[in-house]
């Protein structure tokens, strides 16, 4: 019996995660790519570091060889977007007036950066989410001497230290009082915030764009609500993402706030799979739905996904990751937390090498680790095991986390 044709649309790292994955299971089938973007899948983590700052050069930002789609039998179609579909009849509507038929389809659609609404549409005012947008930017920060950040999340933080080290000076406009607070917690985000103020970075918290002052098609200047005129000569608006849930509400999938209702194997109807920032997943290991922005929890979606319509049917178990390099700090977290969860603090705040483990009814829902790479391995295990654990003996240095994992069967 012949495998039925697989369709994936969207060729980010959930898409092309699964396209591979499959073929490394040994599908026979079909497997087409279809892709909005103009180039072929690339590793969008280098966006907003090693790319943008030209340490690396375009080639190592593709995941994969033009060559290799080819060897792999890979249909890959760019600049086609899908605009509606049938789950009864099988089949997707592209701009193009082309019809796809599908037998199993994986829609990892992405997300959309947010604008403000009242940004002008000038031609150094930029979002991040495309390998143009990141080229663009690192040309305008190469003619521009100062840029504005709006928003101090991970993409603007990320951008907001390469900025530094290619020598830019960096305004960070953030309006909570403190940035990443309601991921991270007030005590993390602080540091973020310092960490940034030691490096140059002028961060002003609790602080919005009030008047955009624009001259010959470009943004010239911004007043603020704390009553100051800046003067900037590129500007970044990085507050955030909108799931692109177009296809899944043309094709009637289910659509629960911002997010498609996946199964625990991510699947969304019968023969159709959903991954990365559009899918809402209720987590076999954290039993709660959760619904994840980040790149690696895309990839491992896809693998999961390819799973499933290669080998028979399996839940995703893998915990939700993510990294994120600033100057000289490395941040890694593992597990789906709140910050205001409880939080366990262990190591060195002051030489920034430290974990923080997010305790909720007892059990650990997540590790942020900065420096700290043996205890996040360590605390990912650790809320694996869904046992309650000391919370003294998390903030002791001198203990041994590793002991406080179950003894393995047999």
């Given at each position: 019996?012949?495998a ?16 591979f ?35 690396v ?10 060559a ?50 009242d ?10 989410r ?6 663009a ?44 607070s ?11 915030a ?49 799931p ?26 019968d023969?159709?799979y ?16 959760i ?19 290669a ?6 178990t893998r ?7 600033q100057y000289?700090?490395s ?28 305790i ?51």
């Amino acid at each position: 019996m012949t495998a039925k044709p697989v369709v994936i649309v969207g060729g980010g790292g959930g898409g092309d995660a699964a396209a591979f994955a499959l073929r490394k299971k040994g599908y026979d089938g079909e497997v087409t790519i279809l892709s909005a973007d103009r180039d072929r899948p690339y590793d969008r983590p280098y966006l907003s570091k090693e790319f943008l700052r030209g340490e690396v050069e375009l080639p190592k930002v593709f995941l994969h060889d033009e060559a290799e789609y080819s060897k792999e039998k890979i249909e890959i179609r760019l600049q086609e977007r899908v605009v509606g579909g049938s789950l009864r009849d099988r089949t997707l509507s592209l701009q193009s007036g082309v019809e796809v038929r599908f037998g199993t389809l994986v829609v990892s659609t992405g997300g959309t950066p947010r604008r403000l609404p009242d940004a002008p549409d000038s031609y150094n005012v930029f979002t991040l989410r495309s390998l143009r947008d990141s080229q663009a930017v690192r040309d305008a920060l190469k003619r521009g001497k100062r840029l504005l950040l709006v928003g101090a999340g991970f993409i603007g933080a990320e951008v907001g230290a390469s900025a530094r080290q290619m020598g830019t000076e960096v305004l960070m406009v953030e309006s909570a009082p403190v940035p990443l607070s309601r991921a991270l917690g007030e005590e993390v985000g602080t540091i973020y915030a310092s960490i940034h103020r030691n490096h140059g970075v002028d961060v002003r918290t609790a602080t919005t764009v009030t008047e955009w002052h624009s001259y010959g098609g470009r943004v010239t200047a911004v007043t603020l609500s704390d009553g100051r005129r800046e003067e900037v000569d590129v500007v970044l608006i990085a507050i955030g993402i909108d799931p692109n849930l177009e296809v899944p509400r043309a094709l009637g999938l289910p659509i629960e706030g911002s997010g498609v209702r996946v199964d625990e194997g991510l699947r969304a109807a019968d023969g159709v799979y959903c991954a990365g920032d559009i899918a809402l997943h209720p987590h076999p290991v954290l039993g709660e739905s959760i619904r994840v922005e980040h790149w690696e929890v895309a990839k491992h979606h896809g693998r999961g996904i390819a799973t499933s319509i290669a080998s028979g049917f399996a839940p995703v178990t893998r915990l939700p990751y993510f990294w994120s390099d600033q100057y000289d700090v490395s941040l890694e977290y593992r597990g789906h937390a709140a910050g205001d969860d409880r939080a366990v603090w262990r190591g060195d705040k002051e030489a920034l090498r430290f974990s923080v483990f997010y305790i909720r009814g007892g059990l650990i829902r997540a590790v942020l680790s900065m420096n700290d790479k043996n205890v996040n391995e360590i605390g990912g295990k650790l809320i694996e095991s869904r046992r309650p654990v000391d919370e003294k003996t998390l903030a002791d240095e001198a203990a041994d986390l590793a002991e406080l994992l179950p003894t393995p069967a047999g």
